[in-house]
């Protein structure tokens, strides 16, 4: 409660007059700040391996922008909301940070998208998953670089419901994300002519998973869609293993990072199929950053949200530089204008409700067998386009898009 009372007070501070930026670089420098968790359940999603790639793409640029210092400052959000409301108000209020790039839980991201849009600063997804933020909570200064609880489930109930699998059960983790990837999944499976036959929402962070895993194993439901991510999600493979869970029932993951395979192990994971934004081994494009970003961090995966950094922050930087300006508007139009390029999307459009519209890829998790060499994870199966994986203009509750 005085966490929430707390939230509620700050968030009154974001309808006072805030100040507007004259055209030009504000402050004689850019400033971005970095937001995640560091050091809780999530910080292998993102974390300080964000930073890095942040580093890089700052010095790929050059270091400055129109003449102007590029400067990165880092936070972590703790997974609480008054925390991370904290830190953006500071920020863009106090220290002149011109835009935030963030992998924090949906909840504070909600909160930090207000603060965003009422300074016209640029507030950049990468790693939040609710897909309310390019829908009926959607900004204008807000771009989704990752995947969302809409697209990653999609494709993975379609397949499966394909192939048979009409009854499912949900282990969800009490937050907004997992609220709403159950959401979003059980549409598609309704959609498709399946049943949910219920659901269990667990605490955030939990280590015993067993009562709520011995409840989906009574449901007979042939499908246990995890609706989780981080720590709990590990857990509630290795004890689903435990529980012999896997010789009666498919274990789903919707929203699976491959910094999750890694820590879990391909022992565990070997033939599960999933969706995903980027895989470092596809192109040779991006098994040269990949090197590169092991390079700066002794050896470390490059992963689906730090990837996703470096393309949002080089993004931003081109519109920076081309507009002549750091204010968030300006900015912002320049941004959904130009064709995203680099290491990993070719030629990608960010369409008015913020969404970036990248292809994604089905994926087959390999056996420890057939893993050759360091990160050798996956077997990539199919592309799924953009109109066909991401929330259609017609479903779509954003105004922005909808005025299009």
């Known amino acids: ?140 200064m807000t771009t989704q670089w990752v995947v969302d609880t809409y697209a990653q489930p999609k494709a993975t109930v379609k397949a499966l419901l394909a192939q048979g699998i009409d009854s499912w059960f949900f282990l969800t983790v009490d937050y907004a994300f997992g609220k709403a990837w159950q959401s979003d999944a059980t549409k598609f499976i309704e959609a498709g002519g399946g049943k949910v036959l219920g659901s269990v929402l667990h605490p955030l962070n939990s280590s015993d998973l067993s009562s709520f895993l011995l409840t989906a194993q009574a449901s007979g439901a042939k499908a246990i869609a995890l609706a989780n991510s981080g720590a709990d999600f590990a857990n509630a493979i290795k004890q689903a293993q435990e529980f012999g869970l896997t010789k009666s029932q498919l274990l789903v993951p919707l929203g699976l990072m491959i910094s999750q395979t890694h820590g879990i192990g391909l022992k565990d994971l070997q033939n599960v199929r999933l969706t995903t934004p980027f895989y470092w081994d596809m192109t040779p494009e991006s098994r040269a950053f990949a090197k590169r970003y092991a390079e700066a961090t002794n050896g470390q995966l490059l992963n689906e949200g730090k990837s996703a950094t470096y393309s949002a922050i080089t993004h931003y930087l081109n519109a920076v530089a081309a507009s002549g300006s750091d204010d968030g508007d300006a900015v912002m139009r320049q941004m959904k204008n130009t064709p995203v390029n680099d290491f990993e999307m070719k030629n990608v459009a960010i369409r008015a409700d913020g969404q970036v519209m990248r292809p994604l890829y089905v994926a087959r998790i390999k056996t420890p067998a057939e893993s050759k060499y360091t990160y050798d994870y996956y077997e990539i199966t199919g592309t799924i386009a953009p109109e066909d994986a991401w929330r259609p203009a017609s479903e779509s509750a954003c105004d922005l898009l909808k005025s299009q």
């Open 1 to 140: 409660m005085r966490s929430r009372i707390a939230v509620l007070g700050m968030i009154a501070l974001l309808f006072t007059n805030a100040p507007v930026s004259a055209q030009g670089i504000s402050g004689d420098v850019v400033k971005i700040g970095i937001m995640n968790d560091q050091n809780g359940p999530y910080a292998d999603n993102c974390g300080l391996g964000s930073v890095a790639a942040a580093k890089l793409a700052i010095a790929d640029f050059g270091g400055t922008v129109g003449g102007k210092k590029i400067e990165l400052v880092i936070a972590d959000d703790q997974n609480k909301p008054d925390v991370g409301v904290a830190i953006a108000l500071r920020w863009v209020d106090n220290e002149g940070v011109d835009a935030i790039v963030g992998c924090s839980a949906s909840s504070i991201a909600l909160a930090v998208q207000e603060i965003m849009k009422n300074r016209k600063k640029p507030y950049m997804l990468a790693g939040t998953a609710g897909s309310f933020f390019t829908n009926d909570k959607c900004s204008p």
